[in-house]
């Protein structure tokens, strides 16, 4: 079946860029996703991108596609404190459901 | 901003009970989803629901789950006769239809953590 693979852990100081990487496996994978799990919350929706695009700028955030690697990534400019975090790629393709990684979690150091 | 609500928050049963886990999408929403995280493992798809039948479910939601949209605002699934392994994280999930041939991304809830003796 579809798999998802992050890392598992990424530390940086505040105020530099973080990149969170992931790979998936579905060359059928038409949306990738990103959400943010803060301690004890739910999945936040951060950004999207469709698979026939390459890269996405939102403000701080920009997600690279890299559809023959099958590589995401999700850079953070100005990492603060508050983007401590589980960071979650998530791809889906036209049968809707959600395949998720395991989650990288973002440590910020003041 | 409309949000997915939860409720309850946390649930700790024993093992055999039945639980309901309730959800109130998005209002304008059709499409729902529940998904579930077991401790240090990743989010796994439960089942997805549209147009008041199942369209989709994974391998994880045998007979003991259940799912209906009783009302015109809540969704619930059921677990008839709970098990250990059943601890875990849900998670509900909204989503609009597609428009323009673009799938409309899914918003979750905030989870009821359920936790099986």
């Known amino acids: 079946g579809e798999d998802v693979e992050q890392s598992l852990f990424l530390s940086v100081r505040e105020g530099d860029s973080s990149v969170i990487n992931c790979t998936y496996t579905?060359?059928?994978?038409?949306?990738l996703y990103w959400y943010k799990q803060e301690p004890g919350a739910g999945l936040q929706l951060l950004t999207y991108?469709?698979?026939?695009?390459d890269m996405k700028q939102d403000q701080r955030l920009t997600v690279l596609l890299n559809k023959k690697d099958k590589h995401l990534s999700l850079r953070i400019a100005d990492t603060q404190t508050g983007d401590s975090a589980i960071y979650f790629c998530a791809e889906s393709n036209a049968g809707n459901m959600l395949t998720f990684g395991g989650g990288t979690r973002l440590m910020v150091k003041p | 901003e409309p949000e997915v609500t939860q409720t309850p928050s946390h649930q700790v049963t024993q093992m055999g009970q039945e639980v309901i886990l309730r959800c109130v999408p998005i209002?304008?929403?059709?499409?729902f989803y529940w998904y579930r995280q077991i401790l240090g493992q990743k989010v796994e798809f439960l089942v997805s629901f549209y147009n008041n039948e199942i369209s989709e479910k994974s391998e994880i939601f045998d007979d003991q789950f259940s799912v209906e949209r009783p009302d015109g605002s809540n969704f619930t699934l059921k677990i008839r006769s709970t098990k250990l392994e059943d601890s875990a994280m849900y998670f509900c999930?909204?989503?609009?239809?597609?428009?323009?041939?673009?799938?409309?991304?899914?918003?979750f809830g905030p989870g009821t953590r359920l936790l099986v003796l």
């Open positions: 999930a909204s989503r609009e239809p597609m428009r323009g041939g673009y799938q409309e991304t899914q918003y």
């Open positions: 209002s304008n929403h059709l499409y």
């Open positions: 991108i469709f698979s026939n695009m």
């Open positions: 579905d060359s059928s994978s038409t949306y």
